[in-house]
């Protein structure tokens, strides 16, 4: 007979299939939602990169307004050349295969993170579905279903480059594609050299060099207009003080912060965010904390850039999965308090005072701020690996 400890494994295995089939069901019922919106209306940042790339096929270039459009397209050349083939393709299409795509990147995100927790807690059957189920359901991953964005494939390949090809030999090739796609993942190069990756991090800037390299041979005009123009003045019209915007930048803006006095602050808090948080970041990498020293690093990049919408924020959820304390029933709450925050955010909080006003419209840049600065953690091991 078997001893009573085998026993009980063998009962607890049983629940294992069935509870993972009804966590992809719950999944599947998130994600539908998505679907349907492509078949009703363009999606919005989506229908900004196919104007703008069928613009480009028609020789009028990438940037500028247009048509009836609020923005342009505000990405390198580079990232108007991976686009290109939304051109060919009907925009219903093109939407529902995005759309797909995008759940496709949240089960593959949640699928690395399962894999990589630093505290068990449970078996992969089910916590992949279960961490899927919480990706799709929060906030950053509902705004990249609603605008069709491209931000969840960059965090996809940072995550994979980081935790998935750590130590491969083509680690750093994804970080300087996403970089070379949208700039903020380049603080992910410093990052991979911090952390005793330098061949990753040589890579990387290596791939983004030459990404930018094709996007000046493919399209010359257009590169001179972003790197000289673009650049410098993408934000101008875009209402970067609205709540969606969580950067440092924006919250000096909604405090009244304005011309040089702006600029000033701006820098002097997102050097020190940088300095500090990578720092931290160092440190958990060495003490064995990858998923919390990447959070880290992502929620600094929320920070200090400039524009920071809902879609770009799913590295502080990640965060809710790198913690890892001395102590299990403060793991639990400081991960339940990210989630919950992440999912619901604070609902009538702007009814308990200034403070409450204030966390309203911030909550989230406060987040990523005590992620990024103060969050506590422990090493699960004191060397570096590789």
């Not at 400890?5 to 599947?28: F, M, S």
């Not at 593959?108 to 961490?131: C, D, K």
């Not at 799709?136 to 995550?159: C, E, H």
Request: some cysteine; glycine content about 10%.
């Amino acid at each position: 007979m078997l001893d009573n400890p085998e026993l009980a494994r063998l009962r607890a295995d049983r629940w294992i299939l069935p509870t993972g089939v009804a966590l992809w069901v719950i999944a599947l019922a998130v994600a539908i939602q998505g679907f349907v919106r492509p078949l009703r209306q363009p999606l919005a940042d989506l229908h900004v990169y196919t104007t703008a790339v069928s613009s480009f096929v028609h020789g009028t270039g990438l940037y500028g307004l247009h048509g009836s459009l609020r923005s342009g397209f505000t990405y390198p050349p580079f990232a108007g050349l991976v686009l290109l083939p939304l051109a060919a393709v009907p925009e219903t299409t093109s939407g529902v295969a995005w759309t797909a795509l995008t759940v496709l990147a949240a089960a593959g995100i949640a699928l690395m993170v399962a894999r990589a927790l630093p505290r068990r807690v449970g078996p992969v059957a089910v916590s992949w579905p279960a961490l899927t189920v919480l990706a799709l359901a929060s906030k950053p991953l509902q705004s990249n279903l609603r605008f069709g964005q491209v931000s969840i494939f960059l965090t996809l390949a940072v995550v994979a480059d980081v935790v998935a090809l750590d130590g491969h030999r083509w680690q750093g090739v994804l970080t300087g594609l996403a970089a070379a796609i949208k700039l903020t993942p380049l603080l992910f190069v410093p990052y991979l050299w911090l952390i005793g990756r330098r061949r990753a991090a040589a890579l990387a800037a290596l791939v983004f060099g030459g990404a930018c390299l094709i996007g000046f041979a493919v399209a010359p005009h257009d590169s001179a207009a972003f790197w000289g123009n673009y650049l410098w003045h993408e934000s101008y019209g875009l209402p970067l003080a609205e709540g969606g915007n969580q950067s440092i930048y924006a919250v000096l803006l909604r405090a009244g912060a304005q011309g040089a006095t702006l600029g000033v602050l701006w820098v002097c808090l997102g050097a020190a965010v940088v300095a500090l948080g990578l720092w931290r970041a160092r440190a958990a990498w060495v003490g064995g904390q990858r998923l919390f020293s990447l959070a880290v690093v992502g929620c600094v990049s929320i920070l200090v850039s400039p524009i920071s919408w809902t879609h770009h924020q799913l590295w502080i959820l990640l965060a809710a999965a790198g913690v890892f304390t001395a102590n299990a029933s403060v793991d639990f709450a400081l991960a339940a308090l990210i989630i919950a925050l992440m999912l619901l955010g604070l609902p009538g909080i702007q009814d308990v005072g200034a403070v409450g006003r204030w966390l309203a419209v911030n909550h989230r840049a406060a987040l990523a701020a005590v992620v990024a600065c103060a969050l506590p953690f422990v090493a699960v091991r004191r060397r570096l690996s590789g």
